[in-house]
């Protein structure tokens, strides 16, 4: 092998950070004895990589955002440069997070190192022409939803669908032995502080409307990694107790509620895999969200409703991410009566044919033997 360097993993945000950490078991299987070294959280960490830069540095939402946090990210491209060089990895995996990536792709290959593309990122959703960056900076893009790999063959690209690693991360057949509990309503608010701050409040809100009609309602809530119990707690109301739920628990929390109310993100095919009916939300400062609405291509937000292409999950967001319009989608899945449990059920059985769409268990193992016999075939 001409260059034992290790292997550089980048991952900006929560889900990125395990599906990166599952990916390095994988690549440790095939070659024991694998270095690895980049960006990520602790997942990442966990599993053996040296975490030379925090994911939490790059943790911004909308383009408003990652305009006033400009600067920060400038000075971080030119430390991960400088940290590229010095390293001399073997190969440079990116997980996800383009506006970030992609520089650090442009960098890699002026280095010579090759850059494969794992959770490819979501070009189909705006700015396709990003597809020929990928083409010219990329060795490989590894696909893990069913539509991807058909809208790159339309634009000239071969690329590798591997499959979601969800269907490896999540406990399926354990949670599926799981009874939900009739009176609980889980709240997911987003793994980043902007958004949970945009959003935690008006979900606290819409559980206290909830629980005026329905007392026997409780409330429980997942913390994200990288958020403290104090944050999240601050932004709830004294007169509604919620139970704060550890990460490593979620998938129960999840399962156990009758209903779930969620920022966008990975979470809301999580919930969708588990059979959890869910109220998706986000939002954004108001350039951010205008400038989305010239630009974005798909007509869901979440990726069910993408891979089912229907609205399975009722989509709340920016104007109508408020408690009042929260309370009146999640109300009918929350009604004791035979009426809610008849509403219960129709939303669970849309969600019935998702696992099988979303493809079989694997997807690291196979996008980590994808990524080391292309590295093979280059004498690396």
């Known amino acids: 092998m001409n260059n034992p360097g290790p292997i550089w993993i980048s991952a900006g945000e929560a889900s990125g950070d395990i599906h990166a950490a599952s990916l390095l078991g994988e ?67 990116l997980i996800d997070c383009p506006d970030f990536h992609f520089r650090v792709a ?10 494969y593309y794992y959770v490819s990122p979501q070009v189909w959703a705006w700015r396709s022409g990003r597809v020929e960056f990928l083409r010219r900076f990329t060795r ?20 590798d669908y591997v499959g979601h690693p969800l269907m490896d991360q ?24 902007k958004e949970v701050a945009a959003l935690l409040p ?12 329905l007392p026997n309602l409780r409330v429980t809530m997942a913390r994200a990694p990288g958020l403290d119990a104090e944050y999240l707690r ?44 869910t109220v998706m939300s986000y939002r954004l400062s108001g350039l951010s969200y205008a400038i989305g609405k010239l630009v974005v291509q798909v007509k869901f937000g979440s990726l069910p409703n993408l891979i089912l292409d229907r609205e399975v999950f009722p989509e709340l967001i920016q104007d109508r991410a408020k408690a009042t319009f929260f309370a009146e989608r999640l109300r009918p899945w929350l009604d004791p009566g035979p009426e809610g449990e008849e509403a219960l059920e129709a939303a669970r059985a849309e969600l019935a044919g998702l696992r099988a769409k ?23």
Do not use: H, W
């Open 27 to 93: 690549l440790r299987a095939i070659e024991p004895g694998l270095n690895a070294v980049g960006m990520g959280g602790p997942a990442l960490t966990k599993a053996g990589c040296d975490v030379r830069f925090p994911m939490r540095l790059i943790s911004l939402v909308g383009l408003t955002e990652v305009l006033s946090g400009l600067p920060r990210i400038l000075k971080l491209l030119g430390e991960v440069k400088r940290a590229l060089v010095e390293t001399k990895p073997r190969a440079l995996i």
């Open 106 to 115: 442009r960098m890699a290959k002026k280095l010579g190192i090759p850059v």
């Open 140 to 159: 490989r893009v590894l696909c893990i939803l069913p539509f991807e790999k058909d809208f790159y063959a339309a634009r000239g690209m071969d690329v």
């Open 170 to 193: 999540m406990p399926l057949a354990e949670l599926d032995a799981i009874r939900p509990d009739p009176d609980l309503l889980g709240l997911l608010p987003g793994s980043r502080r």
């Open 202 to 213: 008006e979900f606290a809100q819409a559980a206290l409307l909830l629980r005026r009609e």
């Open 234 to 277: 601050s932004f709830l109301p004294p007169d509604l107790p919620v139970e704060l739920v550890e990460p490593e628990e979620r998938y129960r929390m999840m399962r156990k509620s009758r209903a779930l109310l969620a920022a966008s993100g990975t979470v809301t095919l999580e919930a969708a895999l588990i059979g959890t009916p």
């Open 358 to 380: 979303v493809g079989a268990p694997g997807a690291a193992a196979r996008a980590a033997g994808i990524i080391l016999n292309d590295l093979a075939s280059l004498g690396r």
